[in-house]
């Protein structure tokens, strides 16, 4: 379902990438909520708490219910899967299936944020993990059902990485959360993210060290290639599978010299769990888990469904440059949030309109104000 990791370069600078994949290509917006915007985050039979942002906020974004005539979306709609501040901390929404169950006990007089909130609540207002981990110990927050997703409570896990290198997962796992604190910098799914650091241990042999030949008797097999040094990576894309592959490639890709080169290199790592249409399928009647979007159906009446990478991101935690590219281009597209810097209200511009546009910043600045 989603892949994300984090690397540094050879000064020690820290980018971050993730991948987020689904059965349907879904209506996601690149958004840019200014400084000094408000939200309000609201569950039923709670007080509604509001924030403003303190920092500018560029993410991909995904409304949270389908418009109608009567009911346009409005930029309150739009909730955060991905993004990153202009302080350079970002934020991201994996699935993560077994999040629900029973929630703790809140007052009925105390403000509450909903977990769809938490995009917009962590990147509004902090700068650092340090600061958003802190907040978290002070801020109750719920699941709440999601009708687009035909009313499951929110089945996310939450990742979000800071400039210094720091990174905390936020997790929901049978309606109890629990904040890590991450440092191996990967995610993916299920299961629960002790469960994977756990799994890291049967990976101890692993290295990034080719070892071309060995004798057997008095055979002495030589390697004909090189290579065989990842021949214990696990080869499937499950969850387990992903997150021990975005473990190594993290921990052993060469560091690059220059920030540019850094984020050319964190493309090439991050292609490693593209996933084209099709290689991997699952029919009606043997099951397998997917999210299904209310209103939106297989395109097509497929007779199966197959995830593909519906999009890609990388940021330059330092320099706060975001690029994304989705499943109908190979090259990203770059948004500069220096530039963006000026912006006084929302805009909001679809990410289908970015196929083969080297550079959005300009396109999306100069975008009609978002509503």
Known sequence: MCTSLSYRDKAGKVYFGRTLELTIDLPYQMTYLPAGFSTTSEIAGHAPLTYAARYGVLAVTMPIRIPTPQAPLAISDLKVLE??????????????????????????TQAVLSASDLGTWSLGQFATVAEVKAALAAQPILLAPLAI???VESPFHYVVHDASGAALVIEFDGGQMTVYDNPVGVMTNGPAFGWHLTNLDNYTFLSNVDKASASFGGYKAVQPDS?????????????VGRFVRAAYYAQYTEKADTPDLAVRTLAHVMNNFDRPRGVSIDYPEAGGGHLEVKGLDQPGGAAYATEFTCWTSLSDL???????????????????????????EPKVLPVS?????????????NVPVAA
């Open 83 to 108: 993004g990153i501040n202009d302080q350079g901390l970002t934020f991201s929404l994996l699935s993560y299936p077994t999040a629900a169950g029973k929630q703790k006990s809140v007052a009925m």
């Open 149 to 151: 997703l035909g009313g």
């Open 227 to 239: 290579g065989i040094a990842t021949a214990g990576l696990p080869a499937s894309n499950t969850s």
């Open 318 to 344: 330092d320099r706060k440059v975001f690029f994304l590219r989705d499943y109908r281009s190979l090259n990203f597209t770059r948004f500069d949030l220096a530039a963006l810097a000026a912006l006084k």
């Open 353 to 365: 309109r970015l196929a083969e546009m080297p550079d959005a910043t300009e396109a999306l600045k």
